[in-house]
């Protein structure tokens, strides 16, 4: 079965600094692979996804990720973080014919 | 363009009393999902619906079910809401199941039981 881990339940950040949200994920096949941003009291919006077409994803709002085959990894990454950047972040697999897996979630405070 | 809609937003309901919550989408996507997120915690999954074919999540109860009555509508009831029910309910849909595509979410619908 399927599933996601994200290490870091809370990151903090200085503004300007390096944003690092680790995700590392558990399949059989190939997955697919998402990272969403959930500002409170709000639904989930999609950040980026991996479909296998390159292994360097970019974003909205400047994010990117990278997958790591090697390393079962797809961390998510923002060379300098913004005030507005805080707000909870989740990663997301689906293997095809099931539908999406969260992961537990990083909560990202930015530090003025 | 809201493309998935929930309404309410806020929902209070009383401890045992039935409560339906509807989501509805112009995006036309086959699948429709439904998500409990409890504070600070990742969504879970109750159910789906995969054009007409339900698909309920092994550890869903049974006092969670689900209605979708056409393409572009979808309910939630919670036949006898317990104070544990307390959550927010997100809606989402994707065009088809799995694959590559993405999923589209409500801003979702807080649920208070009192």
């Known amino acids: 079965a399927q599933s996601v881990t994200q290490l870091g339940s809370h990151v903090s950040v200085s503004e300007g600094a390096l944003v690092l949200l680790r995700c590392n994920y558990s399949s059989s096949v190939p997955p697919y692979l998402f990272w969403y941003v959930q500002y409170p009291n709000q639904g989930l919006q999609l950040l980026l996804k991996?479909?296998?077409?390159?292994?360097l994803v970019k974003g909205i709002n400047g994010f990117e990720a990278e997958f790591k085959k090697s390393e079962t990894s797809f961390h998510l990454t923002k060379p300098s973080a913004h005030m507005s950047d805080a707000a909870e972040y989740f990663c997301?697999?689906?293997?095809?014919?099931?539908?999406?897996?969260f992961g537990t979630g990083t909560s990202l405070t930015v530090i003025p | 363009d809201a493309m998935v809609i929930q309404n309410p937003r806020y929902q209070v309901t009383q401890f045992g009393k039935p409560v339906t919550l509807s989501c509805s989408q112009t995006?036309?996507?086959?699948?429709m999902y439904w998500y409990q997120q409890k504070s600070s915690q990742a969504p879970k999954l109750l159910f789906h619906y995969y054009d007409k074919d339900f698909n309920n999540e092994a550890d869903t109860p049974d006092n969670f079910q689900s209605r979708r009555p056409n393409t572009s509508f979808c309910f939630l009831d919670i036949r006898s809401p317990g104070l544990g029910d307390a959550a927010m309910y997100l809606c989402?849909?994707?065009?088809?199941?799995?694959?590559?595509?993405?999923?589209?979410f409500g801003q979702g619908t807080r649920l208070t039981v009192v």
């Open positions: 989402a849909t994707s065009r088809d199941r799995g694959k590559d595509t993405e999923a589209f």
């Open positions: 991996y479909t296998s077409a390159a292994t």
């Open positions: 997301a697999v689906s293997e095809p014919g099931n539908q999406f897996y």
């Open positions: 995006l036309n996507h086959n699948v």
